[in-house]
Structures are given as C-alpha cells and as structure tokens.
T-cell receptor, first 109, second 117 residues
Framework: GIQVEQSPPDLILQEGANSTLRCNFS?????LQWFHQNPWGQLINLFY???GTKQNGRLSATTVATERYSLLYISSSQTTDSGVYFC???????????FGAGTRLFVKA | GAVVSQHPSWVICKSGTSVKIECRSL??????MFWYRQFPKQSLMLMAT?????????EQGVEKDKFLINHASLTLSTLTVTSAHPEDSSFYIC?????????????FGPGTRLTVT
C-alpha cells in the first residue's frame, strides 16, 4: 500500500519563527489533506490539497503531485500552533486514507 | 459547516463490559464514515470504513466481532467495543466524508477516550 513519510518528526520553534513541514508519499494520490491535532486530540482540517498551492492566513501548502510530496508552511508561528500536524492521503483508485506519523510542533513563547 | 460530533467524549468501563460510541455528522450527510484508533503519541490507524446500509469494511488485524460498527443513517455511525479489555483502552476517532466538488474531504469528530479498568 501507499507509504506516507513526514519530516521532521519533532520541531521546536521560538514564537515568530517560520517553518516548513514535509510529507512524502510513495504513489500517486487523489486526495491529500493536512490536519492539526490540538492538545485535546481534536483534528482540525487545514487544507485539502491533492495538487497546487493554497493559503489560509499564516498557513500555506503546496503539493507537487508529480514528485510525490507536499509542504506545509507556517509563518510567524504562535504558541497556539503547537500540536501535531498530520498529512493524510488516499491513493489514486483507492478510498482508504493513510496517515503519516505526524510532526510534533512546540512553539515557545 | 461540516461538523462531526462524537459521544461520549470519554468513558471508563470495567473489563468485560461493552461500550458504544456514537458518531454524527451534524450539518451534512456523509457518504462514508471512518473509525480510527490512536495510541498515545502515535498516528491514527484506520480500523474500518462504514457506508450507510451496508456492512463495514474492516482493516486487516481488526476483529470485526469485537468492534461492531453500525451505520444506521447518512448522519450516524456507531462503534461498539464488545467485552472490552484493558488493551482496548485508546483514543477512538471517527470521521465523515463530505463530497463536494467531486472529491471527498474528511471531517473528524473530537474523539472518545476509552479507559478499561
């Protein structure tokens, strides 16, 4: 089945810093989503982005489907950005969603 | 829009008892619902895919007789953990797929933390 790798596994930032999170996948996808899991466990949809670039406030994402990776950019990080960021994909022709292991982010005040 | 609720948010039960978890899409009809399990500091693992009116599709290694899934309507799916044991203690999360613009985007419930004593 499709493999999803996220990097880095852990990230500590000073408030105000920028960061880039990466998601590599092993096969073509028809669905890619980025989520933020807050400290209470709630998964929050950030982007649906099987290809192209999207921006929402301080967050933006780019997926290069032909090269099988996606990037999540966080600018001017805030302490409330802390949590785990997951990339999840569904392979072309499939419906099952596979999650990466996540990037655990901690933003220091 | 696209809100998914889960009930209960946490539950403690004794070993050998059964626990039912409800997942509802509040403001949309879900083509498909999914059930995940998450252990501490780990990723989400898909347990089963559920479509309204049909039997759930379980992932390899998930016991279908232990984790009973009923998808009664386009807005409600339930997961029953039967004869729960301490190793079933985990965070259970459901999601509902919303079809829009030709694709399915998943929206997640807040999760249910199960502790079996």
């Amino acid at each position: 089945g499709i493999q999803v790798e996220q990097s880095p596994p852990d990230l500590i930032l000073q408030e105000g810093a920028n960061s880039t999170l990466r998601c590599n996948f092993s096969d073509s996808v028809n669905n890619l989503q980025w989520f933020h899991q807050n400290p209470w466990g709630q998964l929050i949809n950030l982007f649906y982005i099987p290809s192209g670039t999207k921006q929402n406030g301080r967050l933006s994402a780019t997926t290069v489907a032909t090269e099988r990776y996606s990037l999540l950019y966080i600018s001017s990080s805030q302490t409330t950005d802390s949590g785990v960021y997951f990339c999840a994909v569904s392979s072309t022709g499939g419906f099952k969603t596979i999650f990466g292991a996540g990037t655990r982010l901690f933003v220091k005040a | 829009g696209a809100v998914v609720s889960q009930h209960p948010s946490w539950v403690i039960c004794k070993s050998g008892t059964s626990v039912k978890i409800e997942c509802r899409s509040l403001d949309f009809q879900a083509t498909t619902m999914f059930w995940y399990r998450q252990f501490p500091k780990q990723s989400l693992m898909l347990m089963a895919t559920s479509n309204e009116g049909s039997k759930a599709t379980y992932e390899q290694g998930v016991e279908k007789d232990k984790f009973l899934i009923n998808h009664a309507s386009l807005t409600l799916s339930t997961l029953t953990v039967t004869s729960a044991h301490p190793e079933d203690s985990s965070f259970y999360i459901c999601s509902a797929a919303l079809r829009a613009g030709g694709w399915d985007e998943q929206y997640f419930g807040p999760g249910t933390r199960l502790t079996v004593t």
